[in-house]
Structures are given as C-alpha cells and as structure tokens.
C-alpha cells in the first residue's frame, strides 16, 4: 500500500496511459482535473455529453479541449449509455461520472447488453490519507444504506480487490462498531462477529477479517494494547467496514472538512471502476480520484 495519496498519484502518473470516459463532461471542476491527468500522461479523455458546454467549461479552466475527444450529446440517459457502450467496445478503459445523476449512470452501466456487470453488489469506497503511515480504504459512505451481512461480504470482497491492486496482498478488514465485544443488542457486533468467523471459513478470501472493532482500536496499536486486544487487524486495519452509510458519511465529511485531509473515491463491483466523486469536492480530489480509478483497472 502506498503511504499516501501523493505517492498513489504518481504511481497513476507513471503507469501506461488508459483512456477514460467522462458521462457528462461539461463541468469545469472536473474538466479542471482531466486537463491535470491529461497533461501528466496519466489518461486519454473521452468527453461525452454537449459539445458546446463543455468547450465552454474547458475555457473557464484554461483548458483547450480538443474536440476529437468529444462525443456529442445532451440528454441524461443518451449520455449514460453512450458511455457504457465505449467502454464495452473496448474504446475506454473506465469512467468517470461528471453532471450527471449517479442513479442514471449506475442504472446504464447495470445494463445487461453492456456486459458490465457482475454477479456483486456495486459499493463506493474511499481511499484515505488520515496521517498514518498508510492509505486507509473506507467503505462504504454513499451507496449502501444499510447492508446485511450478506452485502458486506460483497463490500469486503469489493475493497479487497481494490487492496490488492494498490499491492497489499491480504489486507486487514475492520468490520466497526460502537464496541470490540459482541453485544446481542447492538447487530453491528454481531454482523461483524459473523463475517470474521466467514473469513476464517473461506467464504470471504483474499483478506483478514477481524471484528467487531471500534475505530480507535481498529487503527491505533496502542489502544488495541490498552484494551487488551489481541487480533492480527486490531491497530492495523488496511479497509474500515462501516456498519451503515451513516456512519461511514459521517466519517469521511469528518476527515475532509474537519480533519483536512484528503480521500480519492470509486465505485466498485463492476467490470470496470467508476471514478464518483461528491459535487462539493474540489478538482485536486478529483484528480486523486482519477488516480485511484486508474489502478484499479
């Protein structure tokens, strides 16, 4: 794992280029960002949506378009499946969302004539850099309201892959709860209790689960000591299994907007990663997120 966002970023910037859709394009944020990924050697843009208005958007930054990368059209659904069939055909290797619903691009990309889609749940996750001396992988704060167990077998294995293409080759999952002891009236200690055991059975692969796991004691070695907990995850956790999407939105606004640091974030589970991003992210995420969509092609 890489120790941070700047050094996932330059491992972006210096693999072979890949050609990246954008639905939607005319964004100047995000145009703001491809014009960085574009000149760093880090992608090939295809711009889909209204010719005009991205221009447009383009100048704002101080971007020159090229009008070869655009694919001209302005209705929200021609836009999502257009994107998808450049990515089927094999013209782009992932995609980004940009002014467009995520429930209009995610419905398109779940298209069975695309041949996207795979027998998993779609889940979002975030990669973090929170001061420590490695990413933090958290999941998942904007997609799945409140997963079963079942659905967070399915985001644990979703992050694990991304894990592993960032070189870490059997991450430590943290499934989170208030507490690090189960407690019948808490169904989060119970749930996380369960998908440890699920892991140690090898009906989740490719990870170690162990939970459940407060968040201090989930990152931090010496409050894991303090408490007297002794876990191959306990103070070491690669991936943060959120117990719902409260929790996890909570958690990444708070690292953001209160802690100051930074996150790249994608949407897992499909063939292809899908780089989605909040509205209120700034360009520089933006970026990272690029980054990030990028290695886990």
Known sequence: MYKNLEAL???????????????????SEVLEAI?????????????????????????????????EWIVDCSDPDEIAHKTMELVAAGKADFLMKGLIGTSTLLRALLTKEYGLRRERL???????????????????????????????AQIIANAAEVAHKLGIEKPKVAPLAAVEVVNPDMPAT????????MAERG????????????????????????????????????????????AGNVFYKAMLYLGGYRAASIVVG???????????????????SIGLGKLAI
């Open 122 to 152: 779609l889940s979002h996750l975030s990669v973090m850099d929170v001061g420590l001396e490695r990413l933090i992988i958290m999941t998942d704060g904007a997609m799945n309201i409140a997963p079963d167990l079942d659905k967070k």
């Open 203 to 246: 009906q989740i692969k490719g990870a170690v689960v162990d939970g459940p796991l407060a968040l201090d004691n989930a990152v931090d070695e010496e409050a894991a000591r303090h408490k007297g907990i002794t876990s191959q995850v306990a103070g070491k956790a690669d991936i943060l299994l959120m117990p719902d999407i409260e």
């Open 35 to 67: 014009k960085e990924a574009h000149s760093s050697g880090m992608i090939e843009p295809v711009l889909v949506g209204d010719k005009e208005a991205i221009i447009a958007a383009g100048k704002e930054v101080d971007f020159q378009v090229d009008s």
């Open 9 to 27: 970023l330059e491992a972006a910037q210096t693999s072979p280029k890949a050609t990246m859709a954008v639905a939607a394009a005319a964004d």
């Open 270 to 288: 499909a063939k292809v990663p899908v780089v989605l991003t909040s509205r209120a992210d700034d360009a520089r995420t933006k970026l990272l």
């Open 190 to 197: 119970l749930e996380a209790a369960a998908l440890s055991k």
